[in-house]
T-cell receptor, first 111, second 115 residues
Framework: AQSVTQLDSQVPVFEEAPVELRCNYS??????LFWYVQYPNQGLQLLLK??????LVKGINGFEAEFNKSQTSFHLRKPSVHISDTAEYFC?????????FGSGTKLNVKP | KAGVTQTPRYLIKTRGQQVTLSCSPI?????VSWYQQTPGQGLQFLFE???????NKGNFPGRFSGRQFSNSRSEMNVSTLELGDSALYLC??????????????FGEGSRLTVL
């Protein structure tokens, strides 16, 4: 069975501080992993994806994520957040033509 | 390239009515998926269509249905609306074929309010 767990439903952080949003997955086969961001009243847009190769993946807006197969994790990081990063972030797993989304993490960046 | 277009963006219905939502995928994308997003349940997968065939289906009652046309445009229909159907309905398209990695491109959603 495939599943994605986002460990934090909300993450408050001050502007210019680093942030890590945690994602763990469960799958018995190789997977493709994604992070999506959703700004208020909008659809989701892709931040980054891991398909194969280097385990450190860089995405848009200064975000990066590290694939850790032994810990079945795909945590999202940014060294210095901005107010405009306030949004909801979704981790997703893809295989066998299906996507499995986590429950989302709301990142609230405070001035 | 135009993105995924969903219409209408907002709509209000009353219990017992039915609603049809439309989605135009990115040109060349053959896969269209639908998701329901609510504050309590998060993103829930409804169904996916690929080349006019329903390829995957989530755990929703039969009141929720969909279809895809030969030009890849898709519609979803909800009959006998209930208050709990109030949600943001998101459509996503992809070039997904068998064995591809399939990045999803989302529309801005149709926000349905059931009174």
């Amino acid at each position: 069975a495939q599943s994605v767990t986002q460990l934090d439903s909300q993450v408050p952080v001050f502007e210019e501080a680093p942030v890590e949003l945690r994602c763990n997955y469960s799958s018995s086969v190789s997977v493709y992993l994604f992070w999506y961001v959703q700004y208020p009243n909008q659809g989701l847009q892709l931040l980054l994806k891991y398909l194969s190769g280097s385990t450190l993946v860089k995405g848009i807006n200064g975000f990066e994520a590290e694939f850790n197969k032994s810990q079945t994790s795909f945590h999202l990081r940014k060294p210095s957040v901005h107010i405009s990063d306030t949004a909801e972030y979704f981790c997703a797993l893809y295989n066998f033509n299906k996507f499995y989304f986590g429950s989302g993490t709301k990142l609230n960046v405070k001035p | 390239k135009a993105g995924v277009t969903q219409t209408p963006r907002y709509l209000i219905k009353t219990r017992g009515q039915q609603v049809t939502l439309s989605c135009s995928p990115i040109s060349g994308h053959r896969s269209v998926s639908w998701y329901q997003q609510t504050p309590g349940q998060g993103l829930q997968f409804l169904f996916e269509y690929f080349s006019e065939t329903q390829r995957n289906k989530g755990n929703f009652p039969g009141r929720f249905s969909g279809r895809q046309f030969s030009n890849s445009r898709s519609e979803m229909n909800v009959s006998t609306l209930e208050l709990g159907d109030s949600a943001l309905y998101l459509c996503a398209s992809s070039q997904m074929g068998q064995g591809e990695t399939g990045e999803l491109f989302f529309g801005e959603g149709s926000r349905l309010t059931v009174l």
